[in-house]
Nanobody
Framework: VQLQASGGGLVQAGGSLRLSCTAS????????MGWFRQAPGKEREFVAV????????SYAESVKGRFTISRDNAKNTVYLQMNSLKPEDTAVYYC?????????????????WGQGTLVTVSS
């Protein structure tokens, strides 16, 4: 499967952005989908994950209550709605797909990655 992330940009603190990740090659419904991010000089970190049917989600503590992950399997797309953005949310955001379903926050268990989309939050 190929993943294409989009929707990043420059936004002021307190603003919102919605990231999209569109899959091609195989149905998105085959995969658990995750979002990760990597800030300059830092390690890649988990943001959110959503199970195949979209019922079960999990979030990093740093984004809980501000970010929402969702998916539309008919459109082969997963979303990350980001509200109340903070400068510390500035990072390249990556979507990732896991066919095995055991991934959660462990980036090493995701097999496929999108190219990343840059989110910059100004103070």
């Amino acid at each position: 499967v190929q993943l294409q992330a989009s929707g990043g940009g420059l936004v002021q603190a307190g603003g919102s952005l919605r990231l999209s990740c569109t899959a091609s090659g195989r149905p998105l419904s085959s995969y658990v989908m995750g979002w990760f991010r990597q800030a300059p000089g830092k390690e890649r970190e988990f943001v959110a994950v959503i199970r195949r049917r979209g019922i079960t989600t999990s979030y990093a503590e740093s984004v809980k209550g501000r970010f929402t992950i969702s998916r539309d399997n008919a459109k082969n797309t997963v979303y990350l709605q980001m509200n109340s953005l903070k400068p510390e949310d500035t990072a390249v955001y990556y979507c990732a797909a896991d066919p095995g379903g055991y991934s959660g926050s462990n980036s090493g268990l995701y097999d496929y990655w999108g190219q990343g989309t840059l989110v910059t939050v100004s103070s």
